[in-house]
């Protein structure tokens, strides 16, 4: 995470890196990454270097969250970001379905009936009236 001498150690990936955008001059990609890390909650990989290759390991967005007594991440920031775009699409169009709210989010229908069960267990929406000519309350 300091200055370095910027050789790649294979110039076939870093060539791909640079051609892919992820470099923009060579010595600067690894700064990139951990400037993108930093800024999605996750942290730095770790670099192990050897005489003849380096390994990068790399954490994921869901082992960062704790799972809760009934095995469900809590704060888990991918479903937290999808709560949060689905409840701004419903208190703009309370009459939406699920499944436009599928088409307006471009996610599967799935996702979507998945975040509207969890938001009603919470009780941060219900259905109003009936389910084909109802709307959404937003508590």
């Known amino acids: 995470m300091e200055r370095h001498r910027s050789q790649p150690y294979n110039p076939n990936i870093a060539n791909g890196f640079f051609r892919a955008g992820y470099v923009e001059t060579w010595g ?14 996750v942290p730095v990989p770790e670099y192990t270097l050897h005489l003849e290759d380096i390994m990068v390991k790399f954490v994921s967005l869901r082992q960062q969250n704790v799972l809760n007594d009934q095995n469900v991440l809590i704060n888990d920031p991918l479903n937290v970001l999808l709560e949060e775009m689905v409840l701004s699409v419903i208190r703009e169009n309370p009459h939406i379905t699920q499944a436009q709210l599928s088409q307006k989010l471009n996610r599967s229908d799935r996702q979507i009936r998945r975040v509207i069960k969890e938001l009603r267990e919470k009780g941060i929406i219900e259905r109003i009236v009936s389910r084909k000519t109802g709307q959404w309350g937003v508590k």
Do not use: F
């Open 28 to 41: 600067r990609g690894i700064e990139k990454i951990c400037e993108v890390c930093k800024e999605h909650g």
